[in-house]
């Protein structure tokens, strides 16, 4: 028997993952498996992004680049980020990594040790959780009500700090949620930080463009006293739908920058040079097949979240973020889990349970909605007809 380490017993996973591979099974026995469960656009990638990779790697772009992304595409990203939010970035203090997770991965390294405690969503995106298992630190939840539309509480946040506390992270527009914390609400949790400077913030922005009814994205960018303990996580994977692609980025404080660039030479060497110009093509090229895709996703919530809403035992908050709904169906007698399982196997719908994305999850369950209006329509049919045979 081989022995690992304890904290290899501690890591989680994103059972997101695991219900993909038990809709491929059931797909592949025949069944029409409509696929709610996993967080990607259901889009291709831009034909004008596709084809700038393809030119960087007929154009020789085969070698390792430096760790923390080549200098034209961080500075694509400052731009950017300039556009967006009005803020100037150093592109020196990007850094470009494959995909969201490593981000994170790298902040809880950081920061996670036993005796830490590390404040993270719950329900939330499974892997905050899990990481800071990993690393020994003490996993203080964040709780996102439904009341409050899944937006944080900057008071309870704050309440919750100890001399003890590193890291806290937010989420928003949050994952499994679609909930977006207001900007009255995040002034206040920025404002009360100036109390606490030992405490780093890891912002997770990558649905910052996936914003519904006419709200605005605020980012922690925009608040000039935290910028020295702030660390802005965004990327390509869900804005272009390139999660195959593997690149995302964050804006590091000066202070991290160093630590996060040798984690980075430690773990991966670099994203893969190709990916790094099909990215500056997203960043700098034509944004109509990106509007499309939202205004797609728009016109999809509003079927979900009307079609849960007029199931008996179900009701669903009209989430103004990301492509998932989080509707409560506690009315129906059923656990998350048990609702997830029998609807993927009774009637090939796969989902992902609340409790998925943390205990507070109980109750929940998300339906992502990056797939057809068609296969929509036809998953909450079938959603109606398994909660009416459910005794
Ligand atoms: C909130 C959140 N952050 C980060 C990620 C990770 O993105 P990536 O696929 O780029 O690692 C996801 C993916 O589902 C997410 O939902």
Not at 4 to 9: H, K, L
Request: with cysteine; proline share 6%.
């Amino acid at each position: 028997m081989l022995k690992t380490t304890a904290a290899m017993d501690r890591l989680g996973t994103e059972s997101a993952f695991m219900v993909l591979a038990r809709a491929n099974q059931l797909a592949q026995s025949g069944r029409h498996v409509i696929n709610l469960g996993i967080g990607q656009p259901d889009f291709p990638t831009p034909p004008h992004i596709v084809e700038a990779g393809i030119k960087a790697l007929r154009d020789g772009h085969h070698g390792y680049t430096p760790a923390n992304g080549i200098v034209p595409l961080r500075e694509a990203v400052a731009a950017d980020l300039h556009k967006r939010h009005g803020v100037e970035v150093d592109p020196d203090h990007v850094v470009v990594v494959p995909g969201g997770k490593p981000t994170m991965f790298f902040a809880m390294l950081m920061f996670g040790e036993p005796g830490a405690e590390i404040m993270y969503p719950n329900p939330g995106f499974p892997i905050y959780e899990s990481m800071i298992n990993f690393t020994g630190a003490k996993a203080v939840p964040i709780a996102l009500k439904e009341d409050k539309d899944f937006s944080f509480s900057a008071d309870e946040v704050l309440a919750q700090i100890t001399p003890n506390t590193r890291l806290i992270i937010i989420n928003s527009p949050a994952n499994p949620t679609g909930g977006v914390t207001p900007r009255e609400e995040i002034d206040m949790f920025v404002a009360g930080l100036e109390a606490f400077p030992h405490v780093a913030i890891l912002s997770d922005e990558i649905y910052s463009q996936m914003l519904y009814d006419g709200r605005e994205h605020v980012s922690l960018l925009q608040y000039p006293s935290i910028r020295d303990r702030l660390i802005m996580l965004d990327g390509w994977s869900k804005t272009y739908a390139m999660t195959g692609w593997r690149m995302g980025y964050a804006v590091w404080p000066e202070q991290l920058v160093d630590h996060v660039t040798r984690l980075a030479v430690n773990d991966h060497s670099c994203v893969n040079a190709a990916t790094q110009h099909a990215g500056i093509a997203a960043l700098t090229g034509p944004e109509e097949a990106v509007l499309d895709m939202l205004a797609q996703f728009d016109r999809r919530r509003s079927i979900i979240v009307d079609g849960l809403n007029q199931i008996d035992g179900i009701t669903c908050r009209d989430a103004a973020g990301a492509f998932y709904a989080f509707p409560n169906i506690t009315g129906t007698g059923m656990s998350s889990r048990d609702f997830q399982d029998r609807l993927l196997d009774e009637k090939a719908v796969a989902t992902v349970a609340g409790t998925s994305f943390g205990h507070l999850g109980e109750g929940y369950v998300r339906f992502s909605y990056a797939n057809s209006e068609a296969n929509i329509l036809e998953a909450l049919e079938r959603v109606q007809n398994f909660v009416t045979a459910y005794p």
